[in-house]
C-alpha cells in the first residue's frame, strides 16, 4: 500500500519562474494538506483540500500561491513568480474521510516532501 | 510569541538514556497533542497522539499532557542509536481536521 507521494523531489527554479508540485495521496484518503518547513522553522499550515473543495486556505500566501485537488489526478501546489524567499520544504500530508461521528480520526500521513531552491 | 516554543537542541545522549523532549504553548484552544519523528531529508511521521491531558505510553515512548501547565512531553527509554532524529511536537484544535500548529523541533544524538 504505497503512501504519500511526492513529486518532484528536488526543484530548482529561478526567480521569476513557475513552481507546481504534485501530491498523490494514500488510497482511500480523500483529504490533502500542504505544508511549508522553512529552514530553522518548524511545519507551518499552508492549505487543506477536499476532491474539488479548497476547505480552509488560511495558511496560504495572498499571492502568487495557490492548490487545488481535482476530482480526478493529484493535489497541485502551484507557486507562480518564484522569489528566493520561497526556498523550502514542501511536505503534504493525506488523512482519510472523517469517522461517522464527523470527530478527529487521527494521524495525518506524510510524504517525503518536496525542496524548491530558488536561485 | 510563538504558539508553541521548543528547544532545537541538539540534544546528544548516549545509548540506554533516558529522553526528555518537551514543548509549551500559549493557546489554550488547542486539544489534540501529538510528536512527530522526523529523520534528515523524510517526511515526519506520528509517533505519539494525545487528546487533552494525561499520559499515553506506546512501548519505549510515553507521552504527557499537563494543560493547566501548557506544557507537554515525550520520554524515551533505553534510546537507540536509530532513535536519532528531530522530534517535532504539533497541536491542533478541535476544528474537525488536522490543522496543526507545530514546533521548530528538536535534533536529538543517541551515540552507540
Known amino acids: 500500500n504505497a503512501g504519500v507521494m511526492q513529486n518532484p523531489r528536488h526543484l530548482v527554479r529561478r526567480r521569476g519562474q513557475e513552481a507546481r508540485l504534485r501530491c498523490s495521496p494514500m488510497?482511500?484518503?480523500?483529504?490533502v494538506y500542504w505544508y511549508r518547513q522553512l529552514p530553522e522553522e518548524g511545519l507551518k499550515f499552508m492549505v487543506y483540500?477536499?476532491?474539488?473543495?479548497?476547505?480552509?486556505e488560511s495558511g496560504m500566501p495572498k499571492e502568487r500561491f495557490s492548490a487545488e485537488f481535482p476530482k480526478e489526478g493529484p493535489s497541485i501546489l502551484r507557486i507562480q513568480q518564484v522569489v528566493r524567499g520561497d526556498s523550502a520544504a514542501y511536505f503534504c500530508?493525506?488523512?482519510?474521510?472523517?469517522?461517522?461521528?464527523?470527530?478527529?480520526?487521527?494521524?495525518?500521513?506524510f510524504g517525503e516532501g518536496s525542496r524548491l531552491t530558488v536561485l | 510569541q510563538k504558539e508553541v516554543e521548543q528547544d532545537p537542541g541538539p540534544l546528544s545522549v548516549p545509548e540506554g538514556a533516558i529522553v526528555s523532549l518537551n514543548c509549551t504553548y500559549s493557546?489554550?484552544?488547542?486539544?489534540?497533542f501529538m510528536w512527530y519523528r522526523q529523520y534528515s531529508r523524510k517526511g515526519p511521521e506520528l509517533l505519539m497522539y494525545?487528546?487533552?491531558?494525561g499520559n499515553k505510553e506506546d512501548g519505549r515512548f510515553t507521552a504527557q499532557v499537563d494543560k493547566s501547565s501548557k506544557y507537554i512531553s515525550l520520554f524515551i527509554r533505553d534510546s537507540q542509536p536509530s532513535d536519532s532524529a528531530t522530534y517535532l511536537c504539533?497541536?491542533?484544535?478541535?476544528?474537525?481536521?488536522?490543522?496543526?500548529?507545530f514546533g521548530t523541533g528538536t535534533r536529538l544524538l543517541v551515540s552507540p
Open positions: 493557546n489554550s484552544a488547542f486539544q489534540y
Open positions: 488510497k482511500g484518503h480523500s483529504h
Open positions: 504539533a497541536m491542533g484544535r478541535n476544528t474537525g481536521f488536522q490543522k496543526l500548529v
Open positions: 494525545t487528546y487533552s491531558s
Open positions: 500530508a493525506s488523512s482519510p474521510p472523517q469517522g461517522r461521528t464527523g470527530g478527529y480520526t487521527g494521524e495525518l500521513f
Open positions: 483540500l477536499q476532491k474539488e473543495n479548497i476547505i480552509d
